[in-house]
């Protein structure tokens, strides 16, 4: 038994398919299937039920499963922990980022990331909030970028930015020629917003319930590009965030509004594990993207680490 065997049977256990699970673990079918075998006759144990058309774990395979995840997490913090006493980052970091931040923010990140660690090569796995978590528990990835969480017991997530929403208008919009708008001044007005599963959506929601705005129901829309087109088209206006707002393509059929009294926000922090032996990194990698984002966003952070 190696250890790659049991990242072969990791990988057959996300896909439940033998060719997709070696095309993830970069081998061929045969190649994998055989080792799975192998670890089978050398356990004694049947950990598969094999038909044509599917794979399935026996409950002594499901076992196996959670055990080997386990003991792979376990590796993953050894050699972080080997490279802790380097005084080095990790050359390696996977990081998941929810979808209404990853296309604004990552290109940021990932050149701050290239200045201040040049050795370090950056991982980005795009998924919601549930979905990043999953991963997070798996020991798929390192630590994640999202809206604020509550911690728990397994998770920290300590603050990365507050990220200021903009009121987005077409230019056809009667308040295309204003600069600034009240919150109170939404009272009435319908919204445009992300479907169930985003994390913004509930941000939004939020500020409609508080100033007695409403949904837009016309259109189910699932990304903030989607939002944004709808907008410059003239169907209807939105709260977008200010990374995604400064990156638009849209040019001036688009006008932004800043709101006052209060001005919307979301938290943004940075998720990983309780006890991670790459803490000092992650609080490194903190101060870093704190610092980016006050000199290059004017989001200053207090709170400490």
């Known amino acids: 038994m190696n250890i790659r065997d049991l990242e ?42 094999r038909t044509t058309r599917k794979v399935s774990f026996t409950k002594n395979g499901l076992m196996l499963v959670d055990q080997t995840r386990a003991v792979l997490r376990e590796l993953k913090i050894l050699k972080n922990m ?19 931040i990853a296309p604004y923010l990552f290109p940021h990140l990932s050149m701050a990331v290239g200045h201040k660690f040049p050795t370090l090569q950056l991982y980005l796995h795009e998924a919601k909030t549930h979905q990043l978590i999953d991963l997070l528990e798996k020991g798929k990835i390192e630590c994640a970028i999202m809206s604020r969480v509550r911690e728990t017991e397994s ?17 056809g919009n009667p308040l295309a020629n204003r600069d600034i708008i009240s919150m109170s001044e939404l009272k009435g007005q319908k919204l445009l ?14 500020y409609c319930y508080q100033f007695d705005a409403d949904e837009d129901t016309r259109f189910q829309v699932t990304n903030l590009e989607t939002i944004k087109s709808m907008v410059a088209a003239n169907r209807g ?45 992650y609080e490194q990698l903190i101060v870093m993207i704190r610092n980016y984002m006050e000199n290059h966003f004017m989001m200053k952070i207090v709170e400490n680490i």
């Open 237 to 281: 206006m939105a709260l977008v965030p200010l990374l995604a707002a400064l990156q638009d393509n849209k040019g001036e059929d688009i006008r932004y509004l800043s709101c006052i009294n209060p001005e919307p926000k979301r938290a943004v922090v940075l998720v990983f594990r309780h006890g991670d032996s790459l803490r000092d990194r």
């Open 155 to 171: 998770f920290v997530a300590p603050l990365l930015f507050e990220e200021p929403m903009k009121l987005a208008v077409g230019k």
């Open 82 to 100: 080997a490279a802790m006493k380097q005084n080095a980052m990790p050359t390696s970091l996977h990081i998941g980022i929810i979808p209404t």
């Open 8 to 49: 072969y049977l990791v990988a057959l256990a996300e896909f439940n398919h033998f060719q997709r699970a070696a095309e993830a673990c970069h081998v061929s079918q045969p190649t994998l299937s055989g080792q799975v075998r192998k670890l089978e006759d050398e356990l004694g144990l049947k950990l598969l039920e």
């Open 193 to 206: 917003m992300l479907d169930d599963g985003n994390c913004l959506r509930w941000q939004v929601k939020k």
